[in-house]
């Protein structure tokens, strides 16, 4: 348990950042109907699925169009 304690300064901005990414992801799959691979649904599922930074980091690289 103290353990935890300890590296909860180091936990708490990285879970920040990742609910941050994962928030603005599926805010700019929500408001776009453009993507250079795939669709709608297909990365939502990816970006959920893939919550932690793989699925949105994904998107931006692959599904987002410019």
Same mark, same amino acid.
């Given at each position: 348990?103290? /353990?935890?304690? =300890?590296?909860?300064?180091? +936990?708490?901005?990285? %879970?920040? &950042? =990742?609910? &941050?990414? +994962? &928030?603005?992801? @599926?805010?700019? #799959?929500?408001?776009? !109907? /453009?993507?250079?691979?795939? /669709?709608?649904?297909?990365?939502? $599922? %990816?970006? #959920?699925?893939?919550?932690?930074? $793989?699925?949105? #980091? @994904?998107?931006?690289? @692959?599904? !987002? =169009? =410019?």
């Amino acid at each position: 348990m103290d /353990n935890i304690i =300890e590296l909860l300064p180091f +936990l708490v901005p990285l %879970v920040i &950042a =990742e609910l &941050a990414l +994962l &928030a603005y992801t @599926l805010y700019h #799959i929500l408001t776009h !109907k /453009n993507y250079k691979r795939g /669709n709608r649904t297909l990365w939502l $599922i %990816v970006t #959920i699925v893939g919550m932690q930074f $793989i699925g949105p #980091i @994904l998107y931006f690289l @692959l599904g !987002k =169009e =410019e």
